[in-house]
C-alpha cells in the first residue's frame, strides 16, 4: 500500500493532539468493522469560530493522519465552514488515501460534525445537519 509524503508526514508527526478541557463541542465516532475510534475537541470563540481543535484517534495511520489534517483544515474557520469540510477535501488535502483507507477519512469527516452537533446541543441550538455513522456511509 503506497501513502503519499502528506499522510506520512501527519502520522508520524500528527498536528493538535490532545484533549481540551472544557471543550464546548466533543464528538466520538468509531468503525466497527475496522476498529478505528476518533474523538474531537473543539474549542468556539464567541464569534463561532474555532479558536482551537484536538483530536485522539486509536487507529492505523490513514486514521490518524485524516484525524490531523482535519484538524488543520477546521481550525481558525466558523462552525459553519467547519461543517462544509468533507472526506473527500480530507482526502485531497493528503494527497490522496489508497481506496481501503478512504473510510478514516469519512470518519474524520463524520468527527467533526458529531464535536459540531455536541456545540449545538449545549448551547440549545438545532442540529440541522444529518449525523451519520461511517459504517452507514461506508462499506470495506
Partial sequence: MQYSDKVMDHFA???NVGEIEDAQGVGVVGNAKCGDIMKMYLQIDDNDVIS???FKTFGCGAAIATSSMATELIKGRTVKEALALTNSA???ALDGLPP???HCSVLAEEAVKAAIADYYKKIGR???F?????DERYEH
Fill in 126 to 128: 438545532e442540529v440541522d
Fill in 52 to 54: 482551537d481543535c484536538k
Fill in 13 to 15: 508527526n500528527p498536528r
Fill in 130 to 134: 444529518p449525523l451519520e455513522s461511517a
Fill in 90 to 92: 480530507v482526502v485531497e
Fill in 100 to 102: 481501503v483507507k478512504i
